[in-house]
């Protein structure tokens, strides 16, 4: 079994794999902490991948292998360095679903993330905005009248709204989405054959709400790292 630590700005998740690459147990916790993940690393494992997205430095047991940008990836990377791991994860995750077409990642975390892989498996890059809880906190944190709001996760039909609380959750979930169907529709006219992928903890509200056809996976990044593994233990 393969296990898979990843790290992000607001969550750690833990995803236990077998060597055909499917997913037997998942785990994930608000915290990077090692005493919970080791609960679920009793066994006796062939490997243990670990990825930092966040920018919090952690110790880790010596036994893990970090992967990062400059690792090894069975996918051609015309980005700087700097490009993140979870990006260059999603849409080698996205490959392993779709062997030949182009790609188009769209996660929906801290941060909103759009990633085109294209046809001949070259990472193109893609745009990057606050994700929706960023989103709410940021109304809050730059004004002196705004509340700081959980977000809600419902697409409001009507323009109406009652109060100041929910124009901002209409105003936060709205903009998102239309920002997402934008971006989609702007790279659908270039690439009409591109194939959409939402992942990522926020991806699940604004899947539904899509207007296109979608693969809506939320364990993109791990099936990716565990792809970049295999790739890497085999040149």
């Not at 969550?11 to 080791?38: C, G, Q, Y």
Request: hydrophobic share 35%; net charge neutral; charged share 20%.
């Amino acid at each position: 079994m393969i296990a898979i630590v990843e790290k992000g700005n607001t969550r750690t998740k833990l995803s236990v794999m077998d060597i055909k690459a499917n997913i037997i147990e998942s785990n994930s916790w608000n915290e990077f902490n090692l005493d919970l993940i080791h609960k679920f690393l009793s066994k006796d494992f062939q490997d243990i991948r670990y990825c930092n997205t966040s920018r919090n430095f952690e110790v880790i047991p010596k036994n893990w292998h970090e992967v990062f940008s400059t690792s090894k990836w069975p996918i051609e990377i015309n980005y700087s360095k700097n490009v993140g791991v979870d990006r260059l994860a999603g849409v080698t995750g996205a490959r392993v679903i779709s062997k030949k077409k182009s790609l188009l990642v769209i996660s929906c975390g801290t941060c909103l993330t759009f990633s085109y892989l294209n046809a001949n498996n070259s990472f193109q890059g893609g745009a990057i905005s606050p994700g929706l809880s960023m989103r709410m906190k940021s109304m809050s944190d730059y004004t002196s009248s705004l509340p700081l709001l959980e977000p809600d996760y419902k697409k409001k039909v009507s323009q109406h709204t009652s109060n100041t609380e929910t124009s901002m959750q209409k105003g936060a979930y709205e903009g998102m989405l239309f920002e997402i169907q934008h971006r989609i529709s702007l790279y659908k006219r270039v690439d009409p054959d591109v194939q959409i992928f939402v992942t990522g903890g926020d991806g699940p509200a604004f899947a539904e709400s899509l207007e296109y056809s979608i693969f809506a996976n939320p364990n993109l990044e791990a099936m990716g790292l565990f792809a970049q593994w295999s790739y890497e233990k085999n040149q």
